[in-house]
């Protein structure tokens, strides 16, 4: 017989292996179905079994450059990241350490702009990209991601340095730290695996954005969503070749959300600093 | 040399003000305690001093020269804080070394100064740890030891001795008074408890609702209250 705790283990693992199972399956469903011809794809649990094929990955070179598409992805989601970081954490730091009564307010008036659904303004932004012809560019893309990722930004960096006693800023100040100093000598080494986290989600949130880059871009600036997209048109649905694709696509971020999965569950769990 | 002079110092948040016209002058190596009941003002006072809160009207002078629109890093004080406020990522030496890096003083320079005040606080076993790693007691002189590095003329405790337990507490209050002696500095000490009033004061404050009741000698307050509150504030021990 089990002891009481040894019971608790085997139930509470057999739960987190399903629910991980559960999560992590559509992605080794899409990874398995890229391997697929077309006519398996469709066929169901038929195919369990199937002689494994690169031609959907033939395919989808023949018909598109993937290294021009991922370093758009690339370019736009580090670059909209490290701008909504710079803009985020001096904003954080003047509302942590020094809040006047409507500091909630504003921090609520930052997040509202999410709850705004994007094809809601769609029109105008895509006319104000046109008027200073930037549709198709990567700084179209790089704006709208920092602007959309910023609120997010900023409330996770707020609760990061939410933790951090203001009493430690106000010794960096009598000791002569200005405020850029306190940043960057106090504040951001005190806060990194929050900062590298929140970093981290924004990528992941700028690479896997659809809606925007499909519509602003087209072919010159066009990241690895729009590529996906392209194989979801006019002829019909070819699923083998979306999942290679799609498999293509999330591959680089997934490498990069597990080398740095430490670095992000330290961030997200990220206590007390004394 | 450093006299403190305040007149007519007031502070407001919003419509509550919490400093209410505040004339004080203090003396060149004068240890003033401040004491009070809690929300008095009497940190709020402090740190009006240190340049971390804004003086809404009246004047600070420092030496004569008015400080209000002096940022705090200028006013030749250093503060010590009732959390200690230590650099969590810092060493002990890196944390007692960070004002005078600030300044631009060359490393070799800032090591001999470091040293020097760590060997008083006899702190020099531990220069190489974390604030993590020391004890209440070791925290609160590494703390002290960061305020003197900067050889300040003016020396500012905030209720530092409330997270050190009883025994510790009543040892770190003898070692403040021989500091005192030995820095030959002004400071000025807030606390909630008349006990270290008592014992370590020149002179003591005693503040109530944003007002000054008293300014007077430990014995002076304790054989002539000017009135029931100071009386019954100090008398209570």
């Keep these: ?274 | 040399m450093a006299n403190i002079t305040l007149k007519s110092v007031r502070k407001a948040y919003g419509i509550h003000e919490v400093i209410r016209s505040v004339d004080l002058s203090i003396n060149d190596r004068e240890f003033v305690v401040f004491v009070g009941p809690s929300g008095c003002g009497k940190s709020t006072l402090l740190r009006m001093i240190a340049g971390l809160e804004d003086i809404d009207g009246g004047d600070l002078t420092i030496d004569g020269e008015r400080c209000n629109d002096i940022p705090p890093d200028r006013r030749g004080l250093a503060m010590v804080f009732q959390s200690y406020a230590l650099y969590p990522h810092m060493t002990v030496e890196e944390n007692m070394g960070f004002a005078l890096k600030l300044a631009g003083v060359p490393e070799r320079k800032r090591k001999e100064q470091v040293h020097k005040v760590a060997e008083t606080l006899q702190l020099t076993q531990l220069l190489a740890r974390k604030p993590k790693d020391l004890s209440g007691g070791q925290r609160q002189r590494v703390a002290i030891g960061r305020a003197i590095v900067r050889n300040p003329k003016v020396f500012l405790f905030d209720e530092p001795l409330s997270n050190l337990d009883a025994s510790l507490r009543v040892r770190m209050r003898g070692e403040l008074i021989k500091l005192h002696r030995q820095l030959d500095a002004t400071m000025i000490y807030v606390t909630h408890d008349q006990v270290e009033a008592m014992t370590m004061a020149d002179r003591i404050v005693v503040l109530n609702q944003g007002r000054i009741e008293q300014v007077g000698t430990p014995l002076e307050l304790y054989r002539h209250p000017k009135n029931i509150f100071v009386a019954g504030f100090l008398g209570s021990t």
């Design chain 1, 1 to 274: 017989m089990l002891s009481a705790r040894q019971r608790t283990t085997l139930y509470s693992g057999i739960a987190g292996w399903t629910l991980a199972l559960c999560l992590f399956f559509p992605i080794f469903w899409m990874l398995v179905t890229s391997f697929k011809t077309e006519a398996e794809a469709i066929g169901g649990m038929n195919s369990l079994f199937f002689v494994p094929t690169l031609e959907n990955y033939t395919a989808i070179n023949e018909r598109a450059n993937y290294a021009s598409y991922l370093l758009n992805s690339v370019v736009v989601s580090f670059t909209a990241t490290v701008l909504a970081l710079a803009i985020a954490l001096p904003t954080v730091y003047s509302m942590v350490f020094f809040p006047t009564g409507r500091t909630k307010d504003v921090l609520m008036w930052i997040l509202s702009t999410k709850m705004l659904p994007p094809v809601g303004v769609l029109v105008p932004i895509y006319l104000m990209f046109k008027s200073v012809h930037l549709i198709d560019s990567r700084a179209a893309l790089i704006v709208v991601y920092t602007f959309g990722n910023l609120p997010i930004v900023v409330w996770m960096l707020y609760s990061f340095f939410k933790d951090v006693p203001g009493e430690i800023i106000e010794a960096s100040r009598m000791d002569g730290a200005t405020t850029l100093q306190q940043i960057r000598l106090i504040l951001v080494p005190l806060t990194l695996p929050g900062i590298a986290s929140t970093g981290l989600l924004s990528v992941i949130l700028c690479w896997n954005e659809a809606f925007w880059s499909i519509n602003l871009t087209s072919t010159a600036a066009a990241p690895l969503t729009s590529l996906v997209a392209s194989f979801s048109s006019p002829e019909g649905l070819f699923w083998a070749k979306l999942s290679a694709v799609s498999s293509l696509a999330v591959a680089p971020i997934i490498l990069f959300g597990w080398i740095t999965q430490k670095q992000l569950v330290r961030g997200l769990t990220f206590g007390a600093v004394k």
